[in-house]
């Protein structure tokens, strides 16, 4: 089993930053990609940002030059650092993660989602 957990969601002001974390547990060999998605009320989920284990990264056009996503290989670990928020930033954020598991079996997983407000 593998799980992922997001932390850092909250209200914030149009301006503002926030912080989003995601860390992968369980039985894990390899993390090959891990990104970031959001889904707003009414409207489909879409790509945000995502990174491969080299560190290559792709960035929605939308959040180009204001978000900036990384990742910690040996903590199974990637982050969203968000600047210069918008309203319409308002959505639920996913945590998306492409894992080679123990049994061999290469699967993608999703975390619960962590809410991120921009309102003044």
């Known amino acids: 089993q593998v799980q992922l957990v997001e932390s850092g969601g909250g209200l914030v002001q149009p301006g503002g930053s926030l912080r989003l974390s995601c860390a992968a547990s369980?039985?894990?060999?390899?993390?090959?990609?891990m990104g970031w998605y959001h889904q707003a009320p009414g409207k489909e989920r879409e790509l945000v940002a995502t990174?491969?284990?080299?560190?290559?990264?792709n960035y929605a056009d939308s959040v180009k030059g204001r978000f900036t996503i990384s990742r910690d290989n040996a903590r199974n670990t990637v982050h969203l650092q968000m600047n210069s928020l918008k309203p319409e930033d308002t959505a639920l954020y996913y945590c998306?993660?492409?894992?080679?598991?123990?049994?061999?079996?290469?699967?993608?997983?999703w975390g619960q989602g962590t809410q991120v407000t921009v309102s003044s």
């Open positions: 998306n993660a492409d894992i080679w598991i123990s049994d061999g079996r290469r699967r993608s997983y």
């Open positions: 369980g039985s894990i060999l390899s993390i090959l990609a």
């Open positions: 990174i491969t284990i080299g560190g290559s990264t």
